[in-house]
């Protein structure tokens, strides 16, 4: 399989995940304003989601970027990471539903968590087919952001016995955390 075929079906799955999240927002029969306050769990956790996919979008689209070669290992594991994030507009309208309660809560955690734990083996993968002085392994390095990330998904996981919101507010850190991935690829890329 070439490396192009990978990127165009996961850009499909990634734009299908939206697609399904967005028309998760059911419009309201009403002019009212003060009506939309109900829907507002259900937009902020569309917007978490949207967010989440944009910052895997843009990494993924940046490691395939610098890979020369994939090989079935990394088509696997691409499935893999795609299964995962493709349960995020289920966990996001659960959570939005009933306004981030517990239990969808700690499932979008758990998808967020898995989600991430494929990426980081996709990215480990693809690591380890390159050699040592390509500019993808340069770029990934140990990695050690993916497993810091890893800690606080788990970390948000466990709040969630506590409180929802502790964990919600650990996810929405961790998103602003990587909504710059790769700031060093971001440049070599766009010189090129």
């Given at each position: 399989m070439s490396k192009a075929r990978l990127e165009a079906f996961s850009d499909g799955v990634l734009a299908i995940i939206i697609t399904i999240m967005v028309l998760e927002l059911k419009i309201p029969h009403t002019d009212d304003l003060y009506e939309l306050l109900p829907l507002l769990p259900i937009f902020l956790s569309y917007f978490l989601s949207f967010i989440y996919v944009g910052i895997y979008w843009i990494s993924h689209h940046y490691i395939l970027h610098l890979a020369s070669q994939i090989n079935m290992k990394v088509v696997w594991l691409n499935i893999n990471f795609l299964f995962w994030i493709s349960l995020l507009p289920f966990v996001t309208a659960w959570s939005g539903e009933n306004s981030f309660a517990k239990t969808p809560v700690f499932l979008y955690g758990i998808v967020?968590?898995?989600?991430?734990?494929?990426?980081?083996l996709l990215t480990h993968a693809l690591k380890v087919s390159h050699d040592k002085n390509s500019n993808l392994v340069k770029e990934i390095g140990?990695?050690?952001?993916?497993?810091?990330?890893?800690l606080f998904y788990f970390i948000g996981i466990i709040s969630t016995f506590y409180s929802p919101y502790i964990s919600l507010i650990i996810y929405i850190l961790l998103?602003?955390?990587?909504?710059n991935p790769f700031k060093k690829l971001r440049i070599l890329y766009f010189k090129n």
């Open positions: 967020l968590f898995l989600s991430s734990s494929s990426f980081f140990e990695n050690k952001v993916g497993k810091f990330s890893l998103a602003f955390f990587w909504a």
